[in-house]
T-cell receptor, first 111, second 116 residues
Framework: GDSVTQMEGPVTLSEEAFLTINCTYT??????LFWYVQYPGEGLQLLLK?????DKGSNKGFEATYRKETTSFHLEKGSVQVSDSAVYFC??????????FGAGTTVTVRA | SAVISQKPSRDICQRGTSLTIQCQVD?????MFWYRQQPGQSLTLIAT?????????ESGFVIDKFPISRPNLTFSTLTVSNMSPEDSSIYLC?????????????FGEGSRLTVL
């Protein structure tokens, strides 16, 4: 079945550092790919998405490109802030409409 | 966007009891789902709540343990029956407006259950 493998954390960075969280997937067909974020004390919310190969999703300075050839959707941000401290989930949605989540990566940004 | 409200936000329950979680969406949605997030783990889909018919359960989840209702397009309930400490989790309701697989899934803030 469909699955997502996500880089394990926790990840601790200094402000203005570069962040990458790796995500690879296994799926039949052409899934849609998502990154969700869970800030401390808040609910899960969509950060960005890409629905077909070579699409780039972007939001709040974060980017991720749907790479079909490497079955990857890595999340990147060039300069993180303390407010980016959160848990990040890579997710995949196939033709059955079910959203499959990765294990989540906890990111802590220190001032 | 869609605003999803869950009640209760948290509860402490005794072993053997049952608890019903309510999920209210601020507008009509096509699809509703229930997820579980066990401590320190990712989200696992429990079931798809179908309006006017029985929910569709994922492998490892059964109706007797997790009965679900969805009487209309904005409301659903999940009951955790005969609870044990292993049921201590965050239970999340989610919803999507359309029926495509590219649409955004909105989440409630979750119901944190602790079973003693």
């Amino acid at each position: 079945g469909d699955s997502v493998t996500q880089m394990e954390g926790p990840v601790t960075l200094s402000e203005e550092a570069f962040l990458t969280i790796n995500c690879t997937y296994t799926a039949t067909g052409y899934p849609s790919l998502f990154w969700y974020v869970q800030y401390p004390g808040e609910g899960l919310q969509l950060l960005l998405k890409a629905t077909k190969a070579d699409d780039k999703g972007s939001n709040k300075g974060f980017e991720a490109t749907y790479r079909k050839e490497t079955t990857s959707f890595h999340l990147e941000k060039g300069s993180v802030q303390v407010s980016d401290s959160a848990v990040y989930f890579c997710a995949l949605r196939g033709n059955d409409y079910k959203l499959s989540f990765g294990a989540g990566t906890t990111v802590t940004v220190r001032a | 966007s869609a605003v999803i409200s869950q009640k209760p936000s948290r509860d402490i329950c005794q072993r053997g009891t049952s608890l019903t979680i309510q999920c209210q969406v601020d507008s009509q949605v096509t699809m509703m789902f229930w997820y579980r997030q066990q401590p320190g783990q990712s989200l696992t889909l429990i079931a798809t709540a179908n309006q006017g018919s029985e929910a569709t359960y994922e492998s490892g989840f059964v109706i007797d343990k997790f009965p679900i209702s969805r009487p209309n397009l904005t409301f659903s309930t999940l009951t955790v029956s005969n609870m044990s400490p292993e049921d201590s989790s965050i239970y999340l309701c989610s919803a999507q407006r359309d029926s495509s697989n590219t649409g955004e899934l909105f989440f409630g803030e979750g119901s944190r259950l602790t079973v003693l």
